[in-house]
């Protein structure tokens, strides 16, 4: 496990070894604020022993919400219980990013904002996007801006712009959702990068500001393409993940070793210079080293395995076993992670 527990840096943060514990909202928040729940929960993960946590997605306004019970950076009095979160991790030796979220049209608001009028067939229904006017876009974007502002006062180490899995910002980057004819839509990625700027401004130059990104939004090539803008753009990391999950040409060979998300983090690695991310099924300290050692990626996120077993990254390290999550076919942690069944096997071995 050389690599693994392998030192890296994204600017001038220092994290001890290569595994992230990628952002996973697991719901405990009251009315947009941090509760006990919530810093208990990351300081069990940063006691686990990883390098990074990237804090679950945490929404710039109410209107953006996934989920009422979702964390919120949308008001200045928010920061002080985001503030305990990131002391609490740093006493455990772990660095902390924040995940920066608009749900967009995804999310629970009944008149959600959307690049276009699309229509999403989500868990609750079937909801049409409003078109965001050019105000629209403005007030959003400062919201964004704000947020991150506010992260950098709660002394975070950086924060994940989150671009990827259909919430707002991917369904502007997503050809077959935004099908705007002005600006926003002849050049996708205005939108993001309109906020990165307006970040620089705020935020002093060595604060890290990264993007979770789809590989496939919707193809392969988009996803480099995209990666490569935000390169030339200043971006300081990409973590790679899925893009609009109803919307994606996922184009890969079948006998590809690991998952097609891996895949892409693989080949825009090639095409960056900057650290990228790899996550999805990366279930044991072994896949891990050897996507490290085989991709090139900088960094594995550990998401499920996780859920599983807070102590994963220390385990690993011991050359414990680890846990493993079984993919079932809808994962019991949105909202019962006491029946999920890889935990409970988890437990009873290791009593
Ligand atoms: C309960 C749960 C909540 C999640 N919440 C987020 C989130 O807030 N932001 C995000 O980008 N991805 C989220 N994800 C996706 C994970 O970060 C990760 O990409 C995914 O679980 C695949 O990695 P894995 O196979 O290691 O679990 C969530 C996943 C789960 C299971
Ligand atoms: S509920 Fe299933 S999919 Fe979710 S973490 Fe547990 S074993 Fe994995």
Redesign the pocket.
Known sequence: MKKLFSEFSIKNIEIKNRICVPPMVVGLAKDGYVTAENLDRYKELAKGGPGLIIQEATCINKDGRLSEKQIGIWEDNQIEGLKNIVNAVHEEGCKIFIQIHHAGVTGISKSPLCPSPYEYKGFAGTVIGREMTKEDIESIQKDYIEAVRRSYEAGYDGVELHGCHGYLISQFLNKNVNKRTDEYGTNPERFVLEILEGIRKVTPEEFVVGIRLGGFEPSIEDGVSYAKILDKSGIDFLDISYGFFNEQEINVNKDYKYSNAVYAAEKIKQEVSIPVFAVNGINSAEIAEEILDETNVDIVDIG?GI??NPNWANHAMDGKDTGK????AK???FGQSEV????VIFDKNNK
Do not use: A, Q
């Open positions: 499920k859920l599983i999550c079984l993919n079932c994962c019991m942690w999920c069944p890889g935990k």
